[in-house]
């Protein structure tokens, strides 16, 4: 437990009697050159300019000083400013940020005071060693059947969340946010437009969502590095609750406005865009990030689950952020806008996602349900153009035939919701014996 005094304490830690000062050499449209302090400062130390104190943070060193990018941009800095060196940037979580929103620096923004925990964490940590790490762990609970069965998320997995805009990819992470089984969930909302900030928390995570979790944001309008900031400071919160041997889920929204936010920074130290438009480091960055989530050590710690969501234009599968993260993540779920219009949510595309825990978190008996469920769907896929064109004529095809029977079934069933893996796979093995008298669940809005 942390002492009443623990917060006084930790705060009192971060003043500093002495500071070390340089100067402003040179002011760019995207970076800052100084000099002074170079044989102390390291890469992502924090900086202070000028009379205003403007924020920097440190990316570049070499033998004539740094090279420093604004948190806001350089509006107000000049020439031979001076420049405090404020040290490495760290976070300090406590429990008492759960049920809070913070910016990437952990300052509240929901106007309450919050103080930091007793002890600092950096923001880069390594993850796990991956000789020590734990396997995947118990299936968990959804509140949807076709994640429940089909599509299971289990502790310690990391799936992508694959969507255009508009298809309700926020409504899903916030269902998953409610119902998914987790000690603590902490969420990084990174370049979200500023008015659906408030309108996530009380009407999407709404409550009952928010009582467990913490958010960290960085809206729109925010510079590009504290966007990037608002992952790895999210990362920092859920490893400092994994090391206390929680169960965490992370939600982060978008790992595609991560990438772009991050290919600001590296453009404007003269990295070469390359993959289309996306540094050769971007790659790096976000497997980094990826391999903090996951299981933890086999003894005395907790584990992270997370989704990753993914902005993808015109369903486009290939894009570089896209087909790098299906390559990391244990499985990946794609959202399809034809199923969003015509009005089934959520608009889940079950032959084009995939979850890496299947075939070992079922049994045979499940393993052959979702096989038979997966062929009835192709096997209406195959047929459906010549069924909307009238072109289909029943008795040609007995396996084509129960498909066109089973699909308005196992359509609905891929929209219901469920109590759980046992009732959802009994909802599912009804359905697939077509018997008339297994009643659906009322599909999710």
């Not at 979790?213 to 504290?226: E, H």
């Not at 399809?336 to 009005?343: C, L, S, Y």
């Not at 079950?350 to 349900?369: D, F």
Request: glycine fraction near 10%; proline fraction near 7%; aromatic fraction near 4%.
């Amino acid at each position: 437990m942390e002492n009443s005094f623990a917060p006084l304490v930790s705060r009192i830690r971060t003043v500093s009697t002495r500071h070390i000062v340089g100067r402003v050499t040179a002011i760019m449209p995207q970076a800052i050159r100084a000099t002074g302090i170079e044989a102390v400062a390291e890469i992502g130390d924090r900086v202070s300019m000028g009379p205003a104190h403007l924020l920097g943070e440190v990316l570049a060193i070499d033998e004539t000083g740094l090279t420093i990018m604004p948190e806001g941009g350089g509006d107000g800095v000049r020439l031979g400013d001076s420049l405090r060196h404020l040290g490495p940037r760290r976070i300090a979580p406590s429990g008492a940020w759960i049920g809070r929103v913070i910016d990437p620096d952990g300052v509240p923004l929901d106007g309450r005071p919050l103080f930091p925990g007793p002890r600092a964490v950096s923001l880069h940590a390594a993850p796990p060693p991956p000789a020590t790490r734990r396997p995947f762990g118990a299936r968990l609970a959804t509140g949807l059947a076709v994640l429940d069965t089909a599509l299971p998320i289990v502790r310690g997995q990391r799936l992508g969340l694959f969507a255009g805009s508009g298809v309700g990819k926020s409504s899903l992470l916030g269902r998953l946010a409610r119902n998914l089984e987790a000690d603590i969930t902490v969420i990084a909302l990174i370049g979200e437009r500023g008015r659906e900030l408030r309108d996530f928390v009380e009407d999407v995570l709404g409550p009952e969502g928010m009582a467990r979790s913490v958010v960290v944001a960085a809206t729109s309008d925010q510079p590009a590095l504290r966007r990037v900031r608002a992952a790895t400071t999210a990362m920092s919160i859920a490893e400092y609750f994994r090391d206390q041997g929680a169960h965490i889920v992370f939600l982060a929204d978008s790992i595609t406005r991560f990438a772009e936010a991050y290919r600001e920074v590296a453009l404007s130290l003269g990295e070469g865009a390359q993959m289309r438009g996306y540094p050769p480091s971007m790659a790096q960055a976000i497997m980094r990030l990826c391999e903090r989530a996951g299981p933890g050590p086999r003894t005395g710690r907790g584990d992270i689950t997370a989704v990753f969501s993914v902005l993808v234009a015109g369903s486009d599968m290939e894009e570089p952020v896209a087909d790098l993260l299906r390559g990391v993540l244990d499985g990946h779920i794609v959202l399809d806008r034809a199923i969003a219009e015509r009005g089934r949510f959520p608009a889940i595309d079950l032959l084009r996602s995939v979850s890496r825990a299947l075939p070992h978190c079922a049994s045979a008996e499940e393993n052959a349900a979702l096989a038979d469920l997966r062929a009835n769907l192709a096997g209406y896929q195959r047929i459906e153009m010549m069924v909307q064109a009238g072109l289909y004529s029943e008795g040609g095809d007995p396996d084509a035939d129960r498909a066109l029977r089973l699909f308005p079934i196992l359509d609905r069933f891929l929209a219901a919701s469920s109590d759980g893996p046992d009732a959802a796979f009994a909802m599912l093995r009804g359905h697939l014996s077509e018997n008339p008298m297994v009643a659906d669940h009322d599909p999710v809005a």
